[in-house]
T-cell receptor, first 113, second 115 residues
Framework: GESVGLHLPTLSVQEGDNSIINCAYS??????FIWYKQESGKGPQFIID?????DKRQGQRVTVLLNKTVKHLSLQIAATQPGDSAVYFC????????????FGQGTTLQVKP | DAGITQSPRHKVTETGTPVTLRCHQT?????MYWYRQDPGHGLRLIHY???????DKGEVSDGYSVSRSKTEDFLLTLESATSSQTSVYFC??????????????FGPGTRLTVT
């Protein structure tokens, strides 16, 4: 069945270092991927997305890499800040044409000052 | 939060009572979704809507019903609440334009406790 998974439940990094959060997906039909950030007590917040016709997309301090060969997605955060501490989710659209997303379990990013 | 509000934000109810959660959007987006979030399960889709009066089930729809009589409102009803429905409920909206799906925007959530 379809599944989206993150490799590590918790990632702890030093402030100022770069963070890399990984995600594996299983549905080869997925052509749209999103990363969300969720702070405690809040709803998921869109960070960045990427379509399957791209390998890399950059935003402000964030980069998403997509490797379709091994069905792997990663989120890189440059110069990690305390405000980046949150749970990060990846999501894929599977074979849906109704905008439905399949979410991974989430990785908790802890930033040490 | 992209023009999405949820009400109530917190609710405590007793087992067996009906509960309705409301999601309201001001973005005029066609697609709306209800998720529940539980520890160890991430976000799971309950029901979704792809237009007024057009709804379909998600992966955890048992015990829930929805209605969408206007573009801006999507209601989630628990006909007879059970303790297993204690959760945080999120509403999301999205749009589909030429080129494929676009990001879902989430509301602030409703924390529901069934005692």
């Amino acid at each position: 069945g379809e599944s989206v998974g993150l490799h590590l439940p918790t990632l702890s990094v030093q402030e100022g270092d770069n963070s890399i959060i990984n995600c594996a997906y299983s549905n080869s039909a997925s052509d749209y991927f999103i990363w969300y950030k969720q702070e405690s007590g809040k709803g998921p917040q869109f960070i960045i997305d990427i379509r399957s016709n791209m390998d890399k997309r950059q935003g402000q301090r964030v980069t998403v890499l997509l490797n379709k060969t091994v069905k792997h997605l990663s989120l890189q955060i440059a110069a990690t800040q305390p405000g980046d501490s949150a749970v990060y989710f990846c999501a894929e659209n599977g074979s849906s044409n109704t905008g439905k997303l399949i979410f991974g379990q989430g990785t908790t990013l802890q930033v040490k000052p | 939060d992209a023009g999405i509000t949820q009400s109530p934000r917190h609710k405590v109810t007793e087992t067996g009572t009906p509960v309705t959660l409301r999601c309201h959007q001001t973005e005029n987006h066609r697609y709306m979704y209800w998720y529940r979030q539980d520890p160890g399960h991430g976000l799971r889709l309950i029901h979704y809507s792809y237009g007024v009066k057009d709804t379909d089930k998600g992966e955890v729809s048992d015990g829930y019903s929805v209605s969408r009589s206007k573009t801006e409102d999507f209601l989630l009803t628990l006909e007879s609440a059970t303790s297993s429905q204690t959760s945080v409920y999120f509403c999301a909206i999205s749009e589909m334009l030429a080129g494929g799906p676009w990001e879902q925007y989430f509301g602030p959530g409703t924390r529901l406790t069934v005692t």
